[in-house]
């Protein structure tokens, strides 16, 4: 059973950056995808950044070029930094992850088996 942890979310204002962390365990397939979603209040969840065991990585629009995802297979933990943050950045960020490489689906929740709880990240003006 693969268990995600996510952590890094806090308040901040427009402009500011913050680094998110998802340590996950139980993971044993060589071959899998990572990705980072987020979801606002009354909107439905949305892909931000996918990664997979060879280093792919696929960005939305709305990040590309604000946000960075990596990971750090020593430790097991996936990153996403994020930078010049917008108020509509805020949302809760989740970490998910699947067997098998990452894609052009890697954007999509459908597929994803697991799932962390969640950390929020709030933007203010």
């Known amino acids: 059973q693969v268990q995600l942890v996510e952590s890094g979310g806090s308040s901040v204002q427009a402009g500011g950056s913050l680094t998110l962390s998802c340590v996950s365990s139980?993971?044993?397939?060589?071959?899998?995808?990572m990705g980072w979603f987020r979801q606002a209040p009354g909107k439905e969840r949305e892909g931000v950044a996918g990664?997979?065991?060879?280093?792919?990585?696929l960005y939305a629009d709305s990040v590309k070029g604000r946000f960075t995802i990596w990971q750090d297979n020593t430790q097991n933990v996936l990153y996403l930094q994020m930078s010049a943050l917008k108020p509509e950045d805020t949302a809760m960020y989740y970490c998910?992850?699947?067997?098998?490489?990452?894609?052009?689906?890697?954007?999509?929740?459908?597929?994803?088996?697991?799932w962390g709880q969640g950390t929020q990240v709030t933007v203010s003006e």
């Open positions: 139980g993971r044993t397939y060589s071959k899998y995808c």
């Open positions: 998910a992850a699947r067997g098998g490489y990452c894609y052009g689906d890697a954007l999509m929740q459908e597929g994803y088996n697991y």
């Open positions: 990664i997979d065991a060879d280093d792919r990585i």
